[in-house]
């Protein structure tokens, strides 16, 4: 038995735009990573107007506006940790399905796969469905397991799922990557070729992450996190967790708030935010870190504003950074360990500590703490960097024409 045939390419929207199937094998939406860039291509495609159904699984937040689809839950597992998880087979057989039901309503021009689960559901979508697959890389699949202690480098499975992810980037006929170094990644360790790869970087919303002005409401904003007003403040927003680079960061703050009395710390963000208030209390740093938890992807720039300095000490080699072009937007200077990724979106810019050396990080914070005007000359410069080469209207249409490549004949 074959698959659904077409007698003839589906009709345009009537906006002449392209039914797009997303699939997003994650808690859509929550307020970090990829999440983000899903959020931000559907929002710019859609601007375009095309029409974008996305299938993701059945926990996270809605959003007005959104044609989100949700599978169902499983019950021994109703919610989904951050992360790797031997959850996630059932979550994706069950994203399968919902998404099979949801090309047969929508019946899309292409399907736009994100991450690796969400590629392997796509290639055979598109298979049974004869519509073009453009897959969403954002990281290696396995790199990501082990910075999540899910697998081990000399472990019986390693192997395998190198096999397997290797596998479905050379299956996927089109693949959008979110950095220079992730399309050399895909070239030279896992033999792609180039032609079928497009950099399409994490991009940045420039109207929502702006500068905000230091006035009688940011005060206000920043007496209600209990910041207290004399101190310097350097923030995070972001995933907590050891491959982050979060107890780094408190190791490096440590440092810091023995020199340095007028210094504070936001470290915004989630999960683990207990284990990291007891460190920070073990450190003897706790008046001196403030923990928000989860902080909503829309209040996200006010938060930044409260920031002199930002931070991102993230250890990964081969996943995006989409927080430094949010830290960009909002000009702010800006320490991150040294990795291919960091130097791509910062470049010149940027403050690069050794990585994961918490003492490095800790002087490179420190320099820009002590140098006032170094940091308005470095955050002036950020911005421009991110209206020139990193917004979303610049993004999507790159996106458009790897479609259009795509759906050519």
Request: charged share 25%; hydrophobic share 40%; proline share 6%.
């Amino acid at each position: 038995m074959g698959g659904p045939r077409k007698s003839q390419a589906p009709e345009r929207t009537s906006q002449g735009g392209y039914r797009i199937l997303m699939i997003a094998p994650t808690s859509f939406f929550a307020d970090y990573g990829c999440h983000v860039r899903i959020l931000e291509e559907t929002r710019a495609l859609e601007k375009r107007g095309h029409q974008v159904t996305i299938c993701t699984y059945h926990t996270g937040r809605d959003l007005p506006g959104l044609d989100v689809r949700r599978t169902l839950s499983i019950p021994w597992r109703r919610g989904y940790e951050v992360g790797s998880s031997r959850h996630k087979i059932a979550f994706d057989l069950l994203l399968l399905a919902r998404s099979l039901g949801d090309a047969l309503r929508v019946r899309p021009h292409l399907i736009h796969a994100h991450l690796h689960e969400g590629a392997l559901i796509g290639y055979f979508l598109s298979k049974l469905w004869r519509v073009p697959l453009v897959f969403d890389f954002q990281g290696s699949l396995t790199s990501e397991m082990v910075d999540h202690h899910f697998l081990s480098p000399d472990g019986l499975f390693y192997k395998p799922m190198l096999w397997l992810e290797r596998l479905i980037d050379r299956l996927s006929p089109h693949i959008l990557t979110s950095s220079a170094h992730a399309a050399r990644l895909l070239q030279d360790e896992f033999g792609c070729s180039a032609d079928k790869i497009t950099c399409v970087p994490d991009c940045v919303n420039v109207e929502a992450f702006r500068p905000l002005p230091r006035d009688e409401a940011w005060r206000r904003r920043k007496r209600a996190w209990g910041i207290p007003l004399g101190r310097q403040v350097v923030v995070y927003l972001g995933l907590l967790a050891e491959y982050q680079g979060t107890d780094h960061l408190l190791q490096a703050a440590q440092y810091i708030c023995r020199r340095w009395e007028d210094v504070h710390f936001i470290v915004a963000g989630y999960p683990h935010v207990e284990r990291y208030q007891r460190m920070a209390q073990e450190l003897g740093i706790a008046d001196h870190v403030t923990f928000t938890g989860r902080v909503p992807y829309e209040q996200a720039p006010l938060l930044l504003s409260l920031g002199d300095v930002a931070v991102s000490p993230k250890l990964s080699r081969t996943e995006g950074a989409g927080k430094l072009l949010n830290y960009m937007a909002m000009g702010l200077p800006t320490v991150t360990f040294d990795t291919p990724v960091s130097r791509e979106y910062l470049g010149p810019y940027g403050v690069y500590a050794a990585r994961g050396d918490s003492r490095s990080l800790a002087h490179c914070l420190e320099d820009l703490l002590s140098s006032p005007e170094k940091r308005e000359q470095l955050g002036q410069a950020l911005r421009q960097r991110a209206e020139e080469s990193y917004s979303w209207d610049l993004g999507v249409q790159l996106v458009l024409e790897t479609y259009a490549r795509a759906l050519a004949p």
